[in-house]
């Protein structure tokens, strides 16, 4: 089973995966159901693939970018 792409490449599962889990993927969605005007209920989904050493990359330079940006305001 796989993923057809435009030029008749074939990408596995384990590809994607791959690729899912080295860049990182971010799915964040709301729905509230309301009745005349009135929330009823409320789901939020926020959720973060990715694996730990990607993870660590990405808070890391993160982290950098917000102790650059404290110590220009000094």
Do not use: C, P
């Amino acid at each position: 089973m796989g993923v057809q792409l435009g030029n008749d490449d074939e990408l596995s599962l384990a590809d994607l995966l791959d690729r899912a889990l080295n860049k990182g993927v971010v799915l964040w969605g709301e729905a509230v159901i309301s009745l005349a005007g009135v929330d009823l209920v409320y789901v939020g989904l926020k959720v973060l693939v990715a694996s730990y050493d990607t993870v660590a990359r990405f808070s890391g330079a993160a982290g950098s970018r917000a102790m650059l940006s404290e110590n220009e305001r000094h």
